[in-house]
Each structure stands twice: as structure tokens, then as C-alpha cells.
């Protein structure tokens, strides 16, 4: 079965700082794909950055950068020079990289709180 | 750029009636629309996996007979919940995209039963 495990329930930081927010996962898949997502207090689900398990880079994105170290099912959001903006909860998630896996599995959340 | 609209954003019914929501891609071709319904306590739930000119995949604990789903193109999917009761509320999601790609959001609609 797949599961994927966010264990920092909320992070305060100081505005224009990195924050790292943990991801660990389970999986029998050999090809899987990872992926963050934050969601706004409307509600809003927005689609942040992707890691494709059979890259060795990690992938950034703007801001977004992310820490994946596959023998330890870990996959990091880093999020340097943070802004006011960036308070969300963020959830990472994952899926089969075959077909009929498409649905994602999600964390639970970490609810980041940017202060001034 | 990719959008998903969902409507309505916020509905109420009483128990045992019927609601429905849509939901629509803008940009992109919605081949897979993935259903879920979120908790107060923020977890997801998958209700069902559709994929155009494929069968509806319900995980177990949803049904056709409860949630009944339509995806007749790259662009549309709606779902109903009939015999609405408390337990049905949450906030309901739509995950559109192409197989090979990430699922992007609609912004919910926001289910509450008296």
C-alpha cells in the first residue's frame, strides 16, 4: 500500500527566510511520481512543484526547490526568501507512475505560517 | 495556463436530498478527473477515478448509486451526491489532467447538509 507522511503539523518562520517542510513516503511502484502542493485559506489547491522518482535532480521551480533522497523515501519543500504569501498548509503527495495509478495519495498537511 | 473551475463553491441542502457539482478544464485536456472529498481536519479522500471513454473506478466506501459521475469530454465531469446526510459533508475536489502529467485543482465546492 501507499502512504505518504508529513510528521511537522505547522512551522512559523520569520518572513525572507528558507524553510524546509519533511515528506516521507511509501511505495511498491519502481517508477512513482512526487509532487507539493499548498492550500490557501479560500480553500484553493495550487499546484507547486513535481519530482519524477527516476530523476536524480531535484526540481525547483521559482522559490520551490526540493530534497529528494530516494534511498530514505524522502522528499523535501524548500522554500528560501519566504513571503506573507506563502502561509498555507502544504501537502505533498504521490502516484504510480503506471496506468490506472493516477490518483494521488496525500499527507496530511503542514500549516506554514510566514510572520512579518 | 491551466485552470479547473468548480461550481457551485459553496452549497447547502437538507438531508436526503440530491446536489450537483461540476467541473470544468480550461487550458488543458482533463483525460482523468479525480474526485475527492476533503475533511475539516484536511484529509482526502479519493471517491473516484474517471478517465474519458474508460469505466468510473470507485474506491471502496463510494458508489455509483450514491455518487454518480459523468465525464463525457476533455473538458467536463460532474458529480452528484444523492440522499445528501451529515456524514456526506466536506469540501468537495476535482483533479483534472492528462495521465502523464500532475492533477490540477479546482477550488472546491464546499458541501453543507442540514
Known amino acids: 500500500a501507499q502512504k505518504v507522511t508529513q510528521t511537522q503539523t505547522s512551522i512559523s518562520v520569520m518572513e525572507k527566510t528558507t524553510v524546509t517542510m519533511d515528506c516521507v513516503y511509501e511505495t511498491q511502484d519502481s517508477s512513482y511520481f512526487l509532487f507539493w502542493y499548498k492550500q490557501t485559506a479560500s480553500g484553493e489547491i495550487v499546484f507547486l512543484i513535481r519530482?519524477?522518482?527516476?530523476?536524480?535532480e531535484n526540481a525547483t521551480v521559482g522559490h520551490y526547490s526540493l530534497n529528494f533522497q530516494k534511498p530514505k523515501s524522502s522528499i523535501g519543500l524548500i522554500i528560501t526568501a519566504t513571503q506573507i504569501e506563502d502561509s498555507a498548509v502544504y501537502f505533498c503527495?504521490?502516484?504510480?507512475?503506471?496506468?490506472?495509478?493516477?490518483?494521488?495519495?496525500f499527507g496530511s498537511g503542514t500549516q506554514l505560517t510566514v510572520m512579518p | 495556463g491551466a485552470l479547473v473551475y468548480q461550481y457551485p463553491r459553496r452549497t447547502i441542502c437538507k438531508s436526503g436530498t440530491s446536489m450537483r457539482m461540476e467541473c470544468q478544464a480550461v487550458?488543458?485536456?482533463?483525460?482523468?478527473v479525480a474526485w475527492y472529498r476533503q475533511s475539516p481536519q484536511k484529509t482526502f479522500e479519493l471517491i473516484a477515478l474517471s478517465t474519458v471513454n474508460s469505466a468510473i473506478k470507485y474506491e471502496q466506501n463510494f458508489t455509483q448509486e450514491k455518487f454518480p459521475i459523468s465525464h463525457p469530454n476533455l473538458s467536463f465531469s460532474s458529480m452528484t451526491v444523492l440522499n445528501a446526510y451529515l456524514e456526506d459533508r466536506g469540501l468537495y475536489l476535482c483533479g483534472a489532467g492528462d495521465w502523464e502529467y500532475e492533477q490540477y485543482f479546482g477550488p472546491g465546492t464546499r458541501l453543507t447538509v442540514l
Open positions: 503527495a504521490m502516484r504510480g507512475a503506471s496506468s490506472g495509478s493516477w490518483q494521488l495519495i
Open positions: 519530482q519524477d522518482s527516476y530523476k536524480k
Open positions: 487550458g488543458f485536456q482533463a483525460t482523468s
